[in-house]
């Protein structure tokens, strides 16, 4: 498989803070990539690199054989390479059905979409993507008005409705109940297969589930690359970042902690709007 | 349509169960005009659509309505005058409406593209050029061009950045109006400006009643644009843009391109508007496209709701109403009148004029989770076959 995303000495330091420091790594062409890492790791700053959220300090990104480094978010995201944040963001005076095809508008090869007729057609062709992440009768309702968790499959629709050939997700699975979980899976797995998926992900189970690279990062730094039963069998992981099986159930309870603050998540969410 | 929609939540909300009502009426008299809906996705687009139409429309539409064609048999010849001028500075409202409702820039300098147009009139006016669709026409081209070069700078900015810079451009084109004396008249201003013809093989306008139905009518045709532009795919893209900027541009949208293209749409409806107010005063000066002009007219569009067109032109009728003419008894005081007016809108009607009927059940606690089981499920279902079109097209 070839490369289609190469980082070579990737530095970002915000003030005296290294978050990534000289990052050599690559993604696989059609890899199930996992990224993951205690807290402060520097995750969601590599993904923030990748997509061009932010411009790194020194090093290079290479996309598909060319160098992207300079290139904006804008010009990225035209190229393929799609995200979801780690807080969902969705544009929330707006309705679900528009947010979705809002998202899919710049990738769509159909032209004149800013006339009415076109872009609802855009909008229809959309509902499937609402429908892979299971909101489609949610499609009316403005954005703002959705729970977490729905908030959170929104986002993942909308980084879908962009066809993308690299996607980029920041703990999808944060916040949502098993049940979304696995929904979740299942529309990850039906993505094409030369769809480039990278993760940051806290939740070991939902990782060894997708990924079939897992990277784990410590202090900006590459700790270890392999497969998900390599890294869990690795030693020097197990005293970096798992620390011993002790921790690792406490990890897994942190992923329980989350999935109860959704429960009471949709009340929250209601009266906050 | 009445007896199965309403048994899910009649008691509890009264409100929102004569809203969806309604809603429905009016998603099912837009049908013919909107073509065959072909999914349920799109009817439920439509709904929320006249859902919303009714909400912001209709109370501001009729009192408005009411109140500019019923005009000229209510009032004298000052009080048309008056109402002439705040159709101008309405059209100057609608524009910045258009940027801090829907592209979320607040701005205080949108006067000067407005003193451009006004004097883009004057000065054709003056030269012999008195056909109204003609000067209209030029005033918007130099007021979008005059936003086109200053939007360059200004949408490089976001927030109070950019409420500095819009008041620093708005200040320097008053101060080159004053300057500039061959061809503005300097401080004294611009006069002997003759009056229009609005169209080739019309008569001048002569009298202040002619003068306000040629305006309203163009103020009408400019909003009614405006409306259509803003219901479109376009005020979507500009709404995404002040929601979430940074998520626009992960999405692949060139958010500054489309600020600087509002911000270039919105020079050319102030120049409209500044062609309408050369129209009805025969008179520019730098003075009219000052700070105050300015500053007015962004509290206009507070006052009207910053996301209606209609409500800024409401705003700005409430605003002239106020300085003009209800100070008359009260020789002097205008400013401390509007104050005061400023001080009730903004505590009594958080969400302007416009926001007026949807306050009250939005601040109603168990709103949001009604609405959240009242739609997908059970009361919606019955009623499919009271509603054929809807079927048929889904099939």
């Known amino acids: 498989m070839t490369d289609v995303i190469e980082l070579s000495g990737l530095t970002k330091a915000f003030g005296a803070t290294v978050a990534v420091a000289g990052l050599d790594l690559a993604f696989a062409a059609g890899a199930r990539h996992a990224v993951i890492g205690p807290n402060g790791a520097g995750k969601t700053t590599l993904l923030h690199l990748i997509s061009g959220e932010l411009r790194p300090t020194s090093g290079r990104i290479r996309y598909d054989g060319r160098d992207v480094t300079r290139g904006s978010r804008v010009k990225r995201s035209r190229l393929g390479i799609a995200r979801t944040f780690q807080q969902p963001t969705v544009w929330s005076s707006l309705s679900v059905a528009d947010n979705v095809a809002l998202a899919a508008w710049p990738h769509t090869p159909a032209r004149g979409t800013w006339l009415r007729s076109r872009y ?37 629709a909308m980084a879908l409705a962009a066809e993308p050939r690299v996607l980029l997700l920041d703990e999808p699975a944060a916040g949502l109940t098993e049940h979304g979980v696995e929904r979740l899976l299942t529309a990850l797995r039906a993505l094409p297969p030369e769809v ?53 159930g406490d990890l897994d309870e942190l992923g329980d902690l989350d999935r109860v603050g959704e429960a009471g998540g949709p009340h929250v969410a209601g009266e906050a709007v | 349509m009445t007896a199965p929609t309403t048994p899910a939540t009649p008691s509890q909300d009264p409100e929102e169960a004569s809203v969806s009502q309604d809603s429905e009426v009016l998603a099912a008299a837009a049908a013919p005009i909107a073509g065959p809906i072909r999914s349920s996705l799109a009817s ?77 009139a004057g000065i054709m006016g003056q030269h012999g050029q008195d056909l109204g669709v003609v000067q209209l026409l ?93 219901r479109s795919p376009v005020g979507k893209l500009l709404l995404a843009g002040r929601d979430h900027e940074a998520r626009m541009r992960s999405a692949g949208h060139p958010v500054a391109v489309h600020r600087w293209l509002a911000y270039v749409a919105a020079g050319a ?98 709103r949001q989770r009604l609405a959240r089981f009242r739609r997908p499920q059970g009361p919606r279902r019955p009623d499919q076959p009271e509603r054929p079109e809807r079927r048929a097209g889904s099939a």
């Open chain 2, 138 to 230: 030029c005033g918007t081209a130099t007021g979008a061009g005059f936003a086109a070069v200053t939007g360059l700078v200004a949408t490089r900015t976001r927030g109070v950045a950019f409420l500095m810079t819009t008041l620093a451009i708005g200040e320097l084109a008053v101060a080159v109006a004053g300057r500039w004396h061959s061809l503005t008249g300097g401080t004294d201003g611009m006069y002997g400006i003759p009056p229009v013809r609005p169209l080739p093989g019309t008569t001048q306008l002569d009298t202040d009643g002619a003068v306000y139905w040629y305006v309203l009518g163009a103020c009408a045709a400019v909003v009614a644009l405006v409306w259509r532009v803003l």
């Open chain 1, 120 to 156: 609802r057609s855009l909008a229809e062709d959309c509902g499937r993507h609402l429908e892979t992440v299971g909101i489609a009768t949610l499609a009316g309702r403005p954005a703002g008005a959705l729970s977490h968790g729905e908030r959170r499959m929104l986002d993942i």
């Open chain 1, 196 to 248: 480039t998926v990278v993760v940051v992900e806290h939740d070991f189970a939902f990782v060894s589930a997708l990924a079939d690279t897992v990277t784990v990062l410590h202090d900006g730094r590459l700790l270890a690359t392999g497969t998900p039963a390599q890294i869990t069998a690795d030693a020097a992981v197990r005293a970096a970042y798992l620390g011993d099986l002790d921790e690792l």
């Open chain 2, 44 to 120: 439920q687009l439509g709904q929320r659509l006249a859902l919303r139409l009714r909400l912001r429309v209709a109370g501001p539409a009729v009192a408005l309505g009411v109140l500019l064609l019923g005009a000229p048999s209510m009032f004298d010849d000052y009080g048309i005058g008056l109402l002439s001028k705040a159709l101008a500075l309405g059209v100057l409202a609608v524009s910045v409406s258009v940027l801090a409702g829907y592209a979320g820039l607040p701005t205080m300098g949108q006067a000067a593209p407005f003193l451009v147009g006004a004097y883009t």
């Open chain 2, 269 to 366: 409806l102030a120049g409209f508007g500044g062609v309408l107010m050369c129209t009805v005063n025969a008179y520019v000066s730098p003075a009219d496209g000052g700070f105050a002009t300015s500053a007015l007219v962004l509290l206009a569009v507070v006052l009207g709701g910053a996301t209606s067109p209609l409500g800024a032109l409401f705003g700005a009728g409430l605003i002239v109403a106020t300085r003009d003419w209800l100070s008359g008894p009260f020789p002097g005081h205008g400013p401390l009148l509007l104050g005061l007016m400023f001080i009730v809108a903004v505590y009594a009607l958080p969400d302007g004029i416009a926001g007026l009927r949807i306050r009250v059940p939005r601040r109603w606690p168990g």
